[in-house]
């Protein structure tokens, strides 16, 4: 299982990308959530509030759900940060099963 992480300026715009992801089927599922992020941003410290996602998929859509990421976002330079996570089998077999 693929995990990617990429926080929005607003819950609506996460909303949006997440089910166009699943619409595209390169997801299965989305979480969003809100943070609090701090950081640096052209010699400036920002201090704002965001609403993450984190979508689960597989290596093999993982790239078409980055690319989509970047295309939909409204950030110059979104966080889109991707890593390997395992699973249980369960979960895992439905995965597979919805990326078809």
Avoid: Q
């Avoid at 992020?37 to 201090?47: F, L, N, P, V």
């Avoid at 859509?61 to 390997?84: C, G, M, N, R, V």
């Amino acid at each position: 299982m693929i995990m990617i992480y990429c926080p929005f300026p607003s819950k609506g715009e996460a909303r949006k990308v997440a089910k166009l992801l699943l619409n595209e089927k390169s997801i299965v599922c989305a979480n969003i959530f809100p943070v609090n992020s701090i950081y640096r941003w052209k010699d400036k410290i920002e201090d704002t509030e965001e609403h993450a996602l984190i979508a689960k998929t597989n290596k093999t859509k993982a790239e078409s759900a980055i690319k989509t990421l970047k295309k939909e976002h409204s950030y110059d330079t979104p966080a889109i940060i991707s890593w390997e996570a395992g699973s249980n089998r369960r979960y895992a077999k439905w995965m597979e099963k919805e990326l078809e």
